[in-house]
């Protein structure tokens, strides 16, 4: 009989306007009888290991030695004294891995500006969706309003826009993050929104989402389908407004075994290209592995909107979409994209036409999640129940008034475990907590990933990795080189 590891650290909980009390949540599903940590070096062997550090100093420390060693070979020479400065930020970076790492980033890249160009204005601007407070919230959370000297502004989609003439038309970004005279992009490279941009120009995304006006984010999400939506940001970017102000761009490279380094370039086309061979090497055999699993009982425990929880680098929304690649671009259509989630509720099914949500996704439990992102979709579709607390969370969100009238509630988190695992027939389980480097699971369920992991590893490594490059221009060699290069540098 073999050693179960100790369940994995999840995500604190956070105190944010999205969120209920830290005090109101009971339990965390990593408390479970039962539950077990499942890391990615346990599944795939040699998978590339991530950096070292476990407290917020450290990974401050490490990331801030990372980030200086990556600007080396950055041309900061268009900056002037006298010159502004935006440094443009996504919200989604603030939350990856407790946002330390990407916060450090920040602050490196000002510092750095301020010593090698003698610049001083420098603002920062940190772009967000839907919920319009979350990076107010970050700003204080990390005293980036006292670093920047006041010049820390959090932008929404609603604020007033800077019309930009592309190929498309005149799209509009926000004035705010362009009303300096340079910008460099700080971003990360995580699988979010995989159903969209489908690792094929994910870099460029923040130009049509973080840094743009409510009508241009409406075309990304609403005009254009998958594989087409990330065609505006790369417009946007091309744009001679933008090509302008442009100096770098600035990664946060972050895999399923944690946060794996920086890098940063001058050319975001030549970035972006590379970013695709790391994030196929990095997320492609976990991917196809998560695709094999049969059933689950899939546990939401982390202070974020439902698709967007992760552990282990991969999100909810990842594997609400498995049983399709993703990856594999001859695929037309993954099972939630925006025309999903406007489709299915109240009409008739269109499974013909669009794919289901994983069928293997025999039950979701929701511990903790955010309000402010509209969630209804997913009880709709799914057997769903709320715990405690989180049923009110549901309730008193105004994007979300439907949702508990299609989801049970439990009163807490052990009896609405029990009632699904008998009405799912199955005690496969598997959490969505922030777990950094893998992720909790029942027992049943690690003995299961451990039985699919070798097949997944082989199918990427002979058939899927060749045909990912092959559609996105890639040789085998090139890839190979990258990743050796990454591999080289001392963590």
Same mark, same amino acid.
């Given at each position: 009989?073999?050693?179960?590891?100790?369940?994995?650290?999840?995500?604190?909980?956070?105190?944010?306007?999205?969120?209920?009390?830290?005090?109101?949540?009971?339990?965390?599903?990593?408390?479970?009888?039962?539950?077990?940590?499942?890391?990615?070096?346990?599944?795939?062997?040699?998978?590339?290991?991530?950096?070292?550090?476990?407290?917020?100093?450290?990974?401050?420390?490490?990331?801030?030695?990372?980030?200086?060693?990556?600007?080396?070979?950055?041309?900061?020479?268009?900056?002037?004294?006298?010159?502004?400065?935006?440094?443009?930020?996504?919200?989604?970076?603030?939350?990856?891995?407790?946002?330390?790492?990407?916060?450090?980033?920040?602050?490196?890249?000002?510092?750095?500006?301020?010593?090698?160009?003698?610049?001083?204005?420098?603002?920062?601007?940190?772009?967000?969706?839907?919920?319009?407070?979350?990076?107010?919230?970050?700003?204080?959370?990390?005293?980036?309003?006292?670093?920047?000297?006041?010049?820390?502004?959090?932008?929404?989609?609603?604020?007033?826009?800077?019309?930009?003439?592309?190929?498309?038309?005149?799209?509009?970004?926000?004035?705010?993050?362009?009303?300096?005279?340079?910008?460099?992009?700080?971003?990360?490279?995580?699988?979010?929104?995989?159903?969209?941009?489908?690792?094929?120009?994910?870099?460029?995304?923040?130009?049509?989402?973080?840094?743009?006006?409510?009508?241009?984010?409406?075309?990304?999400?609403?005009?254009?389908?998958?594989?087409?939506?990330?065609?505006?940001?790369?417009?946007?970017?091309?744009?001679? /407004?933008?090509?302008?102000?442009?100096?770098?761009?600035?990664?946060?490279?972050?895999?399923?075994?944690?946060?794996?380094?920086?890098?940063?370039?001058?050319?975001?086309?030549?970035?972006?290209?590379?970013?695709?061979?790391?994030?196929?090497?990095?997320?492609?055999?976990?991917?196809?592995?998560?695709?094999?699993?049969?059933?689950?009982?899939?546990?939401?425990? /982390?202070?974020?909107?439902? %698709?967007?929880?992760?552990?282990?680098?991969?999100?909810?929304?990842?594997?609400?979409?498995?049983?399709?690649?993703?990856?594999?671009?001859?695929?037309?259509?993954?099972?939630?994209?925006?025309?999903?989630?406007?489709?299915?509720?109240?009409?008739? %099914?269109?499974?013909?036409?669009? %794919?289901?949500?994983?069928?293997?996704?025999?039950?979701?439990?929701?511990? /903790?999640?955010?309000?402010?992102?509209?969630?209804?979709?997913?009880?709709?579709?799914?057997?769903?129940?709320?715990?405690?607390?989180?049923?009110?969370?549901?309730?008193?969100?105004?994007?979300?008034?439907?949702?508990?009238?299609?989801?049970?509630?439990?009163?807490?988190?052990?009896?609405?475990?029990?009632?699904?695992?008998?009405?799912?027939?199955?005690?496969?389980?598997?959490?969505?907590?922030?777990?950094?480097?893998?992720?909790?699971?029942?027992?049943?369920?690690?003995?299961?990933?451990?039985?699919?992991?070798?097949?997944?590893?082989?199918?990427?490594?002979?058939?899927?990795?060749?045909?990912?490059?092959?559609?996105?221009?890639?040789?085998?060699?090139?890839?190979?080189?990258?990743?050796?290069?990454?591999?080289?540098?001392?963590?």
């Amino acid at each position: 009989m073999r050693e179960y590891r100790a369940p994995l650290a999840p995500t604190p909980a956070r105190v944010s306007t999205y969120n209920m009390p830290p005090e109101k949540l009971a339990m965390r599903a990593a408390e479970l009888p039962g539950m077990t940590g499942m890391v990615i070096s346990d599944l795939f062997t040699g998978s590339d290991t991530s950096m070292r550090g476990k407290t917020a100093e450290e990974i401050r420390a490490n990331t801030k030695g990372l980030t200086l060693k990556a600007l080396e070979n950055i041309d900061f020479s268009k900056i002037q004294p006298g010159d502004s400065v935006n440094l443009l930020t996504s919200h989604h970076g603030y939350s990856i891995y407790g946002g330390e790492a990407y916060v450090e980033i920040i602050r490196t890249v000002k510092d750095e500006i301020e010593r090698r160009c003698g610049a001083v204005d420098i603002r920062l601007r940190a772009g967000v969706g839907l919920r319009f407070a979350e990076t107010q919230e970050y700003i204080k959370k990390f005293g980036l309003g006292e670093y920047f000297k006041g010049k820390a502004l959090a932008t929404a989609p609603v604020d007033p826009g800077v019309p930009i003439e592309t190929e498309l038309g005149t799209l509009y970004g926000i004035k705010a993050a362009y009303d300096a005279k340079w910008i460099i992009h700080i971003h990360n490279n995580d699988v979010r929104e995989l159903h969209y941009h489908r690792q094929l120009g994910r870099l460029f995304k923040p130009f049509a989402m973080s840094y743009a006006t409510i009508e241009t984010r409406s075309s990304y999400h609403q005009s254009m389908g998958p594989r087409a939506a990330n065609l505006i940001a790369r417009c946007i970017f091309e744009s001679d /407004y933008i090509q302008g102000k442009y100096v770098c761009g600035v990664m946060l490279q972050v895999g399923p075994a944690g946060m794996m380094g920086i890098d940063a370039d001058n050319d975001l086309v030549r970035q972006d290209r590379r970013f695709s061979v790391y994030n196929l090497t990095w997320y492609g055999k976990l991917l196809t592995l998560l695709s094999k699993i049969d059933k689950a009982i899939l546990i939401i425990d /982390y202070p974020g909107p439902l %698709p967007y929880t992760t552990a282990g680098g991969i999100l909810f929304g990842n594997f609400l979409n498995a049983t399709i690649d993703e990856l594999d671009l001859d695929v037309p259509t993954p099972p939630f994209t925006r025309y999903t989630d406007m489709l299915y509720p109240g009409r008739e %099914p269109i499974y013909s036409r669009l %794919p289901p949500p994983n069928p293997a996704i025999r039950g979701l439990l929701v511990n /903790y999640s955010s309000n402010g992102y509209p969630g209804t979709f997913f009880a709709q579709q799914l057997p769903v129940v709320a715990v405690g607390e989180q049923a009110n969370v549901f309730r008193h969100c105004p994007q979300n008034k439907l949702f508990m009238d299609y989801a049970l509630e439990a009163a807490d988190l052990p009896a609405a475990l029990d009632f699904l695992q008998k009405a799912a027939d199955t005690r496969q389980v598997l959490v969505f907590d922030g777990a950094v480097g893998g992720f909790n699971v029942s027992r049943e369920m690690a003995d299961k990933m451990l039985e699919l992991a070798p097949g997944a590893s082989k199918e990427v490594d002979e058939t899927l990795m060749p045909l990912w490059l092959k559609q996105r221009g890639i040789s085998e060699t090139e890839a190979k080189e990258w990743m050796a290069d990454i591999r080289a540098l001392d963590r």
